[in-house]
Each structure stands twice: as structure tokens, then as C-alpha cells.
């Protein structure tokens, strides 16, 4: 097996100020998650190219793109009160983009099995048009939707703690992007209700759990056998790209949800059997717990090598599975219909 790395120094430049949870030592954890997995010298690591406007435009509105690269060169530093930036930013979000759409281009190459790549600023809360959450560019959805106009049927599966209001709008109407989020509700942003599931032509390629503080393990778990493997199933899904969020970790600051290193082993193993190797891309989003970024972290990529480590047990008995049951039910509702 062969896992590309994206984890470029150049990320570190994002400067977010001392005290915000979004900071360069994020890229030192993924760093130690390597060396606990025992792949530091087995992984390739892989230099970032900046996405071209061609490859952002898709997602991004020219005007949006620009608006963002003035304000980080203007030297102002607040897009939000979450969302901080700095002179580097625009170029920084720019690269995290292209770091995807290069291995895409790696693995279609049959250069290696899966890829992960681990940009800053991260990306699933940025729409089409607004920078929020931390996000600048939507970098999964850039690599989506470089997929989808190659032909491509793709499927984003987006286990943050937070529900990725960017990447689910940006395709809530397209059938050829299959989106499914966990998320802990309530929470920022205060999307992703059960309900919304897709409009128009995308109706059912949306599906939303938002489960309850607390949660484990064992819902995703089984979420994952009955609910996602049929959808990618029938979505006939055949890239799988990863919004891989480490703030569901039972250890993480801003949120409650209760998973551990040992989850993410199980979930992104589950996950990565849905597809055939070298059409596989992991993409870290939130996590603010450095010691649990660096567990999830060996968790993930040893995953990615076909093992499943567990630096911690994963977990069972939190609430969660009416969640399961009533999304689950919805989607066979939904399919039945479409039959």
C-alpha cells in the first residue's frame, strides 16, 4: 500500500493569533499521529500546488475568490468572529484546494492507494460565497467537483462534529455528489437536520445524522452498514472523499461528542471498503485536542494501510440510535419511491 501525505510547513503560515483553536500546532499533532501509527518513513509526502482559478471557480464565484485574497492582503485580520485570517491565508486556502486535486491526479495515475491531506485553513463550512467556520476555500468540494465534471460519481462522508453547511450546500441539488454528515446537533452552524435531504435532482443524495451529545462509537457503526453502504450502493458512488473531522473525539474542547482514536479506526476502515483503492481521499477538517488529533491521526492513516489501530478502545452505549432509525427509515422511504 501506498498513502500519500499532504501536510505541507507552508500551512503553519495561516496565522490565527495565540489563543485561537485553529493554529499551526494542528500540522505538529498530524506530525506525531504518523510517528504512533509507525508509518513516518513509509508515507510519501507530497508538496502542495496552489489550485488554479479554473479548479476554484467551479465551486467558488470569481468575485467571491477575489473579495477573499483583498481582505487577506488588505492586512485586516476578522472575515467573522470565528474566521481569522492573515496576509498568507488566501494563498494558504488556495493551496489546501490544490492539495486535493493533486492526488486526485496521483491516484488516478496509479501512483498510490489513498491520500491524506491535511490543509489550513480547513474547508467544509465554506459555501460557494461566504468564508465562515474557520473555512476559506471549500477544499473538499473543490475535489468534488473536479471529480463530477471528469464524469465521476462521488460521494463526500463528512464525520465532523460539526455539520458541513458549505460542502452540503454547495451540492444540495446535484445527484452526482452523494453528501452524508454525523454531527452533534445542536451545534455550530445549526445545520443539518434530518430532514434536509436534497432538492430537485439531488433529492436523497443528502442524508444528515445529527445525533446528541454523548454519542458513540457504535452509531456510526451501525449507521455505516445500514445506511451508508446502501446509499453509496445505489448512488453508485466511485470516489470517496473524506471530510475527517478529529473534534468528535471524546476529548475535544469545542464540542461533546464521545468517539475516540479507536472510532475512527473502525469508521474510516468501514468507510474506505465502499471503493476500490486509489479513489480514496481523506481530508482533515475541525479537531482541537492536539493529543486526540494524534491519535485520530494514526488511527486514520493506519487505516488507510489496511489496519486497524486502536490507541483507545472504541466506544458504545451513548445515545444516538433513535437517530439511526429515523434516518435510516427516511432513506429506505426516499429509495422506494425513486424505484
Given at each position: 500500500m ?12 495561516h496565522d ?36 488554479t482559478?479554473?479548479?476554484l ?56 492507494d ?7 485553513p ?20 473543490v ?63 443528502t442524508?444528515n ?26 448512488h453508485?458512488t466511485?470516489w ?6 478529529f473534534?468528535?473525539h ?59 489501530l ?15 432509525e429515523r434516518?435510516?427509515?427516511?432513506r429506505d ?5 425513486g424505484s
Amino acid at each position: 500500500m501506498t498513502v500519500l501525505v499532504y501536510a505541507d510547513e507552508r500551512f503553519a503560515l495561516h496565522d490565527t493569533g495565540p489563543f485561537h483553536p485553529e493554529r499551526p500546532d494542528r500540522l505538529h499533532a498530524v506530525a506525531d499521529g504518523l510517528v504512533l501509527a509507525g508509518v513516518d518513513d513509509d508515507v510519501e509526502r507530497v508538496i502542495a500546488r496552489p489550485a488554479t482559478d479554473e479548479e476554484l471557480f467551479r465551486v467558488h464565484p470569481e468575485a467571491f475568490v477575489r473579495g477573499v485574497e483583498g481582505f487577506c492582503r488588505s492586512g485586516r485580520t476578522h472575515l467573522d468572529a470565528d474566521t481569522v485570517v492573515s496576509s498568507a491565508s488566501a494563498d494558504l486556502a488556495r493551496l489546501g484546494s490544490g492539495a486535493g486535486l493533486d492526488a486526485i491526479e496521483r491516484l488516478r495515475s496509479g501512483d498510490a492507494d489513498a491520500a491524506f491531506v491535511a490543509p489550513r485553513p480547513p474547508g467544509h463550512h465554506a459555501t460557494a460565497s461566504r468564508a465562515m467556520g474557520f473555512c476559506l476555500y471549500n477544499h473538499v468540494a473543490v475535489a468534488a467537483a473536479a471529480l463530477a465534471a471528469a464524469g465521476e460519481r462521488v460521494a463526500v462522508i463528512d464525520v465532523d462534529a460539526h455539520h458541513g453547511n458549505g460542502t452540503q450546500d454547495i451540492f444540495y441539488r446535484d445527484p452526482d455528489v452523494l453528501y452524508v454528515s454525523w454531527h452533534q446537533h445542536p451545534l455550530y452552524p445549526g445545520t443539518g437536520r434530518a430532514s434536509e435531504i436534497g432538492e430537485g435532482p439531488g433529492r436523497g443524495a443528502t442524508w444528515n445524522l445529527p445525533v446528541p451529545a454523548g454519542a458513540t462509537g457504535d452509531h456510526y457503526r451501525r449507521s455505516l452498514e445500514e445506511l451508508v453502504a446502501p446509499a453509496v450502493e445505489a448512488h453508485g458512488t466511485t470516489w470517496l472523499l473524506v471530510s475527517a473531522g478529529f473534534d468528535a473525539h471524546r476529548d475535544d474542547p469545542l464540542t461533546e461528542l464521545g468517539l475516540t482514536s479507536g472510532d475512527y479506526a473502525d469508521i474510516v476502515a468501514d468507510l474506505l471498503t465502499l471503493v476500490a483503492p486509489g479513489r480514496r481521499v481523506v481530508f482533515l477538517e475541525g479537531g482541537y485536542d492536539l493529543e486526540a488529533i494524534a491519535r485520530s491521526t494514526a488511527a486514520t492513516v493506519s487505516a488507510m494501510y489496511g489496519e486497524r489501530l486502536h490507541p483507545e478502545a472504541p466506544t458504545s452505549g451513548g445515545p444516538g440510535d433513535d437517530v439511526v432509525e429515523r434516518v435510516t427509515a427516511t432513506r429506505d422511504r426516499v429509495a422506494s419511491l425513486g424505484s
